[in-house]
């Protein structure tokens, strides 16, 4: 996080096979899998809806109404990477809009992940490329300072590192190590398969109470029921 | 609200007609007919759009970042309720997803209302399960600590007692005490119908100002015209 | 800004043909065309998705959980008229629904940009009758204060005359002043074209790092890459 | 909550001794001792530092942008009352000033606990009598809308009813049900001198982990150390 | 607001003996004389406790992350005069410290209002220099884009010509136009004359009830007592 | 980040000579000299005025509403350190008080940064124990949840690694890389030394504009002054 003016060309990206995997499982399961970690804040939130996707991660520093960077981070784009793009101060210009998702896709870009703002939503939409941003603003920004690509970053919250797996969805966006991918990928699993039986039985009418063995610790904490 | 570790078994939940009628109106004509009181904070927002219900409250107490007692309520579900779910400090991790919606459903609730976060946003809208509440987050709870159910409750700024009536639509949430459903639903026919007749005027250019008979008014309270 | 309890009949508006190409280029690259100036704060959503107008701006200053005035500004809209209602402290009542919008479009309005809240959104949209606002909120409001009509207005941060031109669309909302509109209009049109055959460019593959000649000035601030 | 128009003069006050006892023991004491309920949003602050008072409520509900009931709540104030404003929408303006303070202190009126906007903070501060609020605003308000005075209200969150006892420092505002005044402040007691033991204990340098007999539970739920 | 790259040399500045007046009457006085507008909103907070100035306004329009045209505002800066400013997107970066503090009050400025970041708290006070902010922080900013100086700017959604008179306090900022500044001082006096009988009355125990007449207009109403 | 459960018993901490005098520089000092990063958001706020402290960071994990951990971490404190608390959730509530800060103490803390809400601010103050955080709350936590100690964390948007420097004053907090401690001190010492002389000359009245020569790169950017 500590280095300004860098581009860092080469990074180990997570397993492929890993990453495309642990998007179709969404971002939910991918959480609980990490032991309840690496979410980003709620704030992120998709500017349009239903795009699910996930992809190693690229990332980008950016200062607040200048979006100089990512003309530099577009050209360490592979295909089946997802920007992430942090900033040094909450700052909510629109540092991202139809011309620079054009370029980020030409270059394989999946998708971009923005702790600021975003613009031309209906041109993005339109163009079925995905944004998670913290607002929706027409704000221009200017192109006059470094700042680092493929650096570690904090964005909203989460740490990210170049080549981790990103996995974004209608309820929000997570990070997985890229070290611990297949690990998350096993977990997640897992617990997907776990949950379709629990599934059944809860649409059949039985309790979480029961199915869950609940009733017995409830009792102990203390839980009394009052006709 | 100062109970904890309870679960009342036995509500008087409001009649099921009014309710049903209530939700037809509206949040927006309800809350007129109320006094202009009863409403849930704006930060209550649907987790997807175009959901209208109404029914009766069961309540939850839930703490930060715990949903033990998500799963105590389930069983205290009758066909028609809604979930109403508070928590004793400000937290926006997601209490609820998929997995619940299918076990609330499956014990007649028509939909949830929750102060704090919810998940699995994409299978809820699929179900067709609504909820309100103040934040999306994938972010997951852990089941250690006694509320209650079915005691009053604070949720998003407005009381909530057991057995009154919820409605809920993309305009927000409103609360009508079990007792005051049924003159609230007079109160608000009488309203309902008399828009009609405005709104015919209104659309063939009558003016609000003509209509109401505000040009009096305005004028005693000093309005001045300059051309 | 400073007046109260007036209503100025005869302004000054924007001229249409500008004010209507202005629309169809939206509110990004307006506002670019203007300098990065006059845009509303980010708070500004449309309550239904996917609405794009233009139009001439008639103002009202409105105080907390008061609409009066609302009915006083309908009476001086004509066709192709935006409404811009400020207030003098931060609410989110619900000042506007679906009668006021029906009225408001009988006297010619294409929308309503509102520094507060509205309500009747399911029949806002229903009504394709666009409205920007910081917040959705059911609660009513009363008609006991004198505010002002078609005077200077500050809503969501920026600077409204009586007829400036307004720009609205999934970005957000942008102002310009009449004066401005042409000279804006050439700017914006000039700019838009230049946009296209970038568009192709970066499609094809060709870096904004490239295309924006931006290798040596980069390389000049002091930026390394790294392999 | 739900009755607008209404004045209730007679109401029942908590124990006074107990009202006062609670006072000593601070919020945070007090809170605790009712199971971690009770407690107003951490939004209400103090507008001076250093005050800690206690007192029974008498309650107040206000719409937004008017403080006409301020004036009729003024004459239900009893010696030892400290006054509770609610808001039926959210709102900053200046509800409350010098003046008022004036009036009320002459009452009886031990201070303010207003879910809205205070002014006059440095006459406040002069006077000695304190004020809890979400805002600090010069914005004046009408007197055109009547609210309620000593109905059940919420209060930042909090359901305060009248004669409850209010407890506020800077840690900010709790709310004692009258009907537990006096076991709430036996527990807290309790809880008060139990500290006196811990503090000195762990001021010798015992550690928590020590005292609460937590390396056993800790090491049971998998805590791992790592030379 | 529309002009970039500007600096206004020559401005008209209000009445001097009606700038020190006003600021003597305190915000909440002067801002209910000019008719309850004016007012920035409550976020603007002094940085420290305690200041109480006025004087005349000198604008400045800033863009995020940058204070470049600070060191241009300084050289309009004239005895007596006050910094307002202005940001084109919300930022809450340290754009004013001791130094420059330093050189404003050398060149005659009262203080500082800006609707962004301020760092060096400690300093400033210990000068004794006041800033009115919506944010304290360390963030520094960049010297790279041109804003102007001297251009009416909205600050904290007030209006601000420059050669506004300025009053700031602990209750807040507010915002007289030059050409009001005589009347508006005559009102606050009148305000200001009539409180001191009033506060004597209400602390003598007489009601704002009987004092401004209100039972009458209150039943009128509606209000109904309940024993 | 990604592992719970874990306390890691050692750590490097930064060199104490220069943690201690990069505490006497503060932190805007600080944060220039490490190129205007390593700040945490500025809602980081002293819950007392004036403590300006430093020392090396132990971490600690906490989640939303429990506070087990404080009590893992107060025994890995060394003297000289300050406990950085991150949270894997947004949460006001107060995580600590008076008898975790004695106990802190008693193992040489020299302060706390806690990206929660903190409690017994009187009793802090009063002992001299400085507390940064997000909130104020009274609101308790409970114990039943495993979170690490001594893992790196991002607090207040700040990546904190164990040993690293904490620098902590009115304007805020910041994060210096044990690595970089040295070469830090170094830059802003220069920085410091070097602002003496510029606070003389604008003090005497030197314009910023000459001083840093920036008239000519203003006039280049195309600045005008008009008469």
Same mark, same amino acid.
């Given at each position: 996080?500590h /280095?300004? $003016?860098?581009?860092?060309?080469?990074?180990?990206?997570?397993?492929?096979?890993? %990453? +495309?995997?642990l998007? &179709?499982l969404?971002?939910?399961?991918v959480?609980?899998?990490?032991g309840?970690?690496?979410l980003m804040k709620?704030v992120?939130?998709p500017?349009w809806?239903?795009a699910?996707? *996930?992809?190693?991660?690229?990332t980008v520093?950016?200062h607040?109404?200048?979006n100089w960077m !990512?003309?530099?981070v577009?050209?360490?784009?592979?295909? $089946?990477?997802?920007v992430v793009?942090a900033?040094?101060?909450?700052c *909510?210009?629109?540092?991202?809009?139809? @011309? @620079?998702?054009?370029s980020?896709?030409?270059? =394989?870009?999946? =998708?971009?992940?923005?702790? $600021?703002?975003c613009?031309?939503?209906? +041109?993005l939409?339109?163009?079925?490329?995905p944004?998670?941003?913290?607002?929706?603003? *027409?704000k221009?920004?200017?192109?006059a300072?470094? =700042?680092s690509?493929?650096?570690?970053?904090?964005? %909203? $919250?989460?740490l990210?590192?170049?080549? +981790?797996?990103i996995v974004?969805?209608?309820d929000?966006?997570v990070?997985? #190590?890229?070290a611990?991918a /297949?690990?998350?990928?096993?977990a997640?699993?897992?617990? /997907?398969?776990?949950? &379709? =039986?629990?599934?059944?039985?809860?649409?059949?009418?039985?309790l979480?109470?029961?199915?869950y063995? !609940?009733? /017995? #610790?409830l009792?102990?904490?203390?839980?009394?029921?009052?006709d």
């Amino acid at each position: 996080m500590h /280095e300004l $003016g860098v581009v860092y060309r080469n990074i180990r990206r997570a397993d492929r096979v890993a %990453a +495309d995997a642990l998007g &179709a499982l969404g971002t939910s399961t991918v959480h609980e899998a990490m032991g309840r970690l690496g979410l980003m804040k709620p704030v992120m939130r998709p500017v349009w809806p239903g795009a699910r996707i *996930s992809g190693t991660a690229v990332t980008v520093l950016l200062h607040p109404g200048d979006n100089w960077m !990512m003309h530099v981070v577009a050209e360490q784009i592979r295909d $089946g990477d997802i920007v992430v793009a942090a900033c040094s101060a909450d700052c *909510s210009d629109g540092f991202f809009g139809d @011309l @620079l998702a054009t370029s980020f896709r030409a270059q =394989g870009a999946r =998708g971009l992940v923005i702790d $600021g703002g975003c613009r031309d939503v209906r +041109d993005l939409q339109a163009m079925g490329f995905p944004v998670w941003s913290r607002a929706v603003s *027409s704000k221009g920004t200017i192109k006059a300072t470094l =700042g680092s690509v493929n650096v570690p970053v904090v964005c %909203a $919250g989460a740490l990210v590192h170049p080549g +981790d797996v990103i996995v974004a969805d209608d309820d929000g966006v997570v990070v997985v #190590p890229a070290a611990a991918a /297949e690990a998350t990928l096993a977990a997640a699993n897992a617990r /997907e398969a776990n949950e &379709a =039986g629990k599934r059944a039985k809860l649409a059949a009418g039985v309790l979480g109470l029961d199915m869950y063995n !609940m009733r /017995e #610790p409830l009792a102990k904490a203390g839980l009394r029921y009052i006709d």
